[in-house]
């Protein structure tokens, strides 16, 4: 089953257009592969749009390729999650993914 429980959701406005479950700078764009992020999109939006983000706690992100429950992981591209190779570690996978696309719960860090 996947839920996430977001202990903190904060707005941010939307400098291009994003889906939701992508991983998003404080800019309000997909944040830069390996990099930090400010949190995890909600909804989808577009430019200037103000898109709930979850910043704290768990939250369902879309995957950018397998992973197993427990792996660290960091940005891949168009704001996915996939396995830590040599980036920040963002989140830690609290379900399994089996393929890109993929919906999974991760706890944020």
């Not at 200037?48 to 939250?59: E, N």
């Not at 792996?71 to 996978?93: C, H, M, P, Q, R």
């Not at 993914?97 to 719960?105: L, M, T």
Request: hydrophobic share 45%; no cysteine; aromatic share 2%.
């Amino acid at each position: 089953m996947t839920q996430k429980i977001s202990i903190l959701t904060l707005a941010v406005t939307a400098s291009a257009a994003i889906e939701a479950e992508r991983a998003l700078s404080r800019a309000g764009a997909y944040a830069t592969a390996a990099g930090k992020i400010f949190g995890v999109s909600n909804t989808k939006g577009a430019i200037g749009d103000r898109v709930p983000t979850d910043v704290m706690g768990t939250t369902i992100v879309t995957a950018g390729g397998a992973f197993v429950d427990g792996d660290e992981l960091e940005v891949g591209t168009s704001g996915k999650l996939v396995k830590k190779a040599s980036g920040v570690v963002v989140a830690v996978a609290l379900q399994e993914s089996k393929a890109d696309g993929d919906r999974v719960e991760v706890l944020l860090k």
